[in-house]
């Protein structure tokens, strides 16, 4: 892997911006910063977790910029209300303008929340996302989802609004926890099960040395994700259509998570691996797609060590009308239409928005029941 930064840009007209990867990004920031801070001021919003290893990193190639932090405690409930206000209160206490520069320095939470924060705070200030965990380096610190979550479901508070930068060091995956890094390979598999069969392919020769650190492996991973999502979100920043491909699994996933309670009991990864499984499955039986696809998929989710079932997580509180209560809260809602993201194959993803009810309460109870 060359040592050097590699750069894509997600064409959004006036909106148009780099994703930097590569190794050691932290410690060169400065050089790009230079392009981006001309004197504001910098709030720095970091993952409590980074303290340990990679703040100093961060910072130390900050240093003669004018910075400031903020720790956020890690974990899925930092992506609430009480979060959000206790954040907009710091900021505003450091003094705010509209020349403040928020970083998000951390995984999908801190980049979600502080893009958020960022999208509302004097009615736009400008924002950068120094993504740290696999998940946010693929997926989420790309494409402007801002959101937190509420209690009666996922993201349903946000906005869409761009970052100015997305700088993605790989080395902080290195001390990244397995499940963490596992939990963000469901969402580069999830780039291959859309539409791109050669990389779901790619994915089943490469899936566990990149998962075991190989750093090119990871590289390639990053940039190809990165370079599917800002092509997808160049042509729908918005969601009207095609980008609501990249929610493949996360109808059912959104509805596992908001049963499970926000939290380390099942990461947002974990959620969307699971739901991508249900969201085949649910294929097959549609006779949308083959039972060899839906066993190659079990099988490459089950050999790398992500959870396929919802056996581990689910209690006895489950029932499938909550469920599909929970489904119907989704963004993806029409109506009283449930929209999915289903497959004719791998690699052949659609949005279906006439999903039959009966089947769907047939799957749900048993899954529950395995
Ligand atoms: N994570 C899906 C999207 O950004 O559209």
Redesign the pocket.
């Known amino acids: 892997m060359k040592n050097s930064y590699e750069n894509h840009e997600v064409f959004l007209g006036e909106k148009n911006y780099k994703i930097f990867f590569g190794q050691n990004i932290l410690e060169n920031c400065n050089s790009v910063f230079k392009n981006y801070v001309f004197g504001e001021k910098i709030i720095v919003v970091y993952d409590s977790s980074l303290e340990k290893n990679h703040l100093s990193r961060l910072m130390t190639s900050l240093d003669g910029f004018n910075t400031n932090l903020i720790k956020v405690k890690s974990g899925e409930k930092s992506k609430s209300f009480y979060s959000l206000n206790i954040l907009l209160n710091q900021i505003l206490s450091l003094g705010v303008t509209r020349n403040t520069i928020l970083v998000a320095f951390g995984g999908g939470v801190i980049g979600d929340l502080v893009g958020f924060a960022a999208s509302i705070l004097l009615r736009g200030v400008k924002y950068i996302q120094i993504p740290s965990t696999l998940l946010a380096q693929v997926?989420?610190s790309?494409?402007g989802?801002t959101a937190i979550d509420t209690p009666q479901g996922k993201n349903l508070v946000g906005a869409f609004y761009q970052p100015r930068l997305v700088l993605a060091d790989l080395t902080t995956l290195d001390t990244l926890p397995l499940r963490q890094i596992l939990a963000g390979y469901a969402?580069v598999i999830k780039y291959g099960l859309i539409n791109n069969p050669d990389f779901f392919e790619w994915c089943e020769t490469n899936g566990s040395d990149l998962i075991n650190g190989d750093l090119g492996l990871r590289a390639h991973a990053v940039e190809k994700s990165c370079f599917i999502?800002a092509q997808?979100?160049a042509r729908d920043e918005r969601?009207a259509g095609l980008?609501a491909l990249?929610?493949l699994g996360?109808t059912f996933g959104h509805a596992f998570e908001v049963e499970v309670g926000f939290g380390k009991k099942l990461l947002h990864g974990e959620a969307v691996a699971m739901g991508t499984i249900a969201a085949f499955e649910f294929s097959q039986r549609l006779g949308l797609c083959s039972g060899q696809d839906v066993v190659r998929i079990r099988e490459h989710f089950r050999a790398v060590g992500l959870p396929i079932d919802i056996s581990s997580v689910v209690t006895k509180k489950w029932t499938t009308d909550k469920l599909i209560h929970h489904m119907g809260k989704d963004k993806k809602t029409e109506g009283d239409n449930l929209t999915f993201i289903l497959a004719r194959g791998i690699g052949q993803a659609y949005i279906e928005t006439d999903v039959p009810a009966e089947a769907l309460r047939v799957l749900l109870s048993d899954l529950l029941l395995t």
Do not use: I, T
């Open positions: 997926d989420s790309v494409g989802k969402e999502k997808v979100v969601e980008r990249l929610n996360h």
